[in-house]
């Protein structure tokens, strides 16, 4: 997910106060505290673990029923779209795979990208949640910072989806910058997701 970006919606380092690419503000007052060991660790190789709620899963359940209902097609694909946040709109590429976990990726330019993985969850019968942690990198590959992003959505119909949630942004030693809210608005572009 794509929650911070530079010129042309590139993500990079931004200076204090800004989001990654220093193209909006983030939360003033925000704690400068650090990371987790296990998260700092985690998030530099990005194989982070992202605990979820524990009753939760790609495949749902049959709400108090105790039956396993199939699992759903929707969100399970890829999808593209934006992403607003701190009045800023950025391009999103988004993949869900039907075992529950989900990546984003910006392909690498000049002034660099960013990558993310995580887990995606059903909260209804056309509603899901959807966290994890991207990094963003500069031209050379060099890590500049991380968003640790959780959301809501909802599926209107099989072809798109809207969501609502925040991002904390973290500098590249893990010290945070601060947290927004943000939202988006996906298309499915492909019913066979990229791989993660």
């Known amino acids: 997910m794509r929650s911070g970006g530079g010129p042309g919606g590139r993500a990079g380092g931004g200076p204090a106060g800004t989001g990654p690419g220093g193209s909006g503000p983030v939360a003033a007052g925000a704690g400068r505290r650090r990371w987790s060991r296990a998260v700092a660790g985690g998030a530099l190789g990005l194989s982070l673990a992202v605990a979820l709620p524990g009753t939760a899963t790609a495949e749902g359940s049959g709400e108090g029923s105790g039956e396993r209902r199939p699992r759903s097609t929707a969100p399970v694909g890829l999808w593209s779209g934006t992403i607003t946040f701190a009045g800023t709109q950025v391009a999103a590429t988004m993949s869900f795979l039907a075992d529950g976990t989900m990546c984003a990726s910006q392909p690498p330019g000049p002034s660099g990208g960013a990558d993310g993985s ?79």
């Open 118 to 196: 995580g887990r995606w969850w059903r909260t209804g019968p056309s509603a899901f949640a959807f966290q994890g942690v991207e990094r963003f990198f500069d031209g050379s590959g060099t890590t500049t910072g991380f968003l640790s992003f959780s959301h809501a959505a909802v599926l209107p119909n099989a072809s798109e989806f809207t969501s609502t949630g925040e991002g904390t942004y973290y500098d590249a030693d893990g010290v945070e910058l601060g947290t927004t809210p943000a939202t988006s608005h996906l298309t499915k572009v492909s019913a066979q997701p990229q791989p993660c």
